[in-house]
């Protein structure tokens, strides 16, 4: 009984496995699909941003842009 467990939890495994490297490899030559995903994560950045109370774009940072002493 626990070996059958065991056993099926293993195969689980290795199909999510073998599932999560395929759509890897799909995604990783498909620039439209980055743009998308960009675009979705700066959507939901903006949300979030705006539910906290926050500005949509968050302040610069006067460090960066002083040359170096």
Do not use: C, H, T
Request: glycine share 4%; charged share 35%.
């Amino acid at each position: 009984m626990i070996w059958s467990l065991l056993l099926m939890s293993l195969s689980m495994l290795a199909v999510a496995w073998l599932a999560w490297k395929l759509v890897q490899r799909q995604e990783r030559g498909d620039d439209q699909l980055e743009s998308l995903l960009k675009k979705d994560d700066d959507r939901a950045e903006r949300g979030l941003r705006r539910a906290a109370g926050l500005p949509d774009e968050p302040p610069a940072d006067p460090s960066r842009d002083r040359p170096n002493d």
